[in-house]
């Protein structure tokens, strides 16, 4: 898939695809450092609030990496979808990389919570 010329020399859309990466990696550093700081196999990885006493679930390491698994994949998805519709409509792409720096924040910020209650 040829990257337009245009989609490379936008500044808002550079703008927005560097945060999306600055983003996944502090997500990454941030939980690797909490991760290395605590002891224990058990992690929560669910809080849910239906369940009365019982609303924490605890899980293992590879529960808590699939957040890192999630930023990556957020930040590839986003920036293909972004590409192509940038043919289509510039508005659109931006959108779309909007979108995607949301998404990032809000599995930071959940991926810090739950390291947080551990």
Request: proline letters at 2%.
């Amino acid at each position: 898939m040829p990257i337009p010329k245009k989609y490379l020399h936008d500044h808002l859309v550079l703008l927005l695809l560097s945060t999306n990466v600055f983003l996944a990696l502090l997500t990454a550093v941030l939980m690797f450092v909490r991760l290395s700081t605590s002891h224990g196999n058990a992690y929560i990885v669910q809080y849910r609030s239906t369940l009365g006493i019982n609303d924490f679930k605890t899980g293992s390491l590879v529960s808590l990496l699939s957040f890192l698994v999630f930023a990556v994949l957020v930040v590839a998805v986003h920036t293909v979808l972004s590409m192509r519709a940038y043919r289509i409509h510039r508005q659109v792409a931006i959108a779309i990389l909007s979108m995607g720096t949301l998404l990032l924040v809000l599995g930071m910020i959940i991926s810090n919570a739950l390291l947080v209650l551990r």
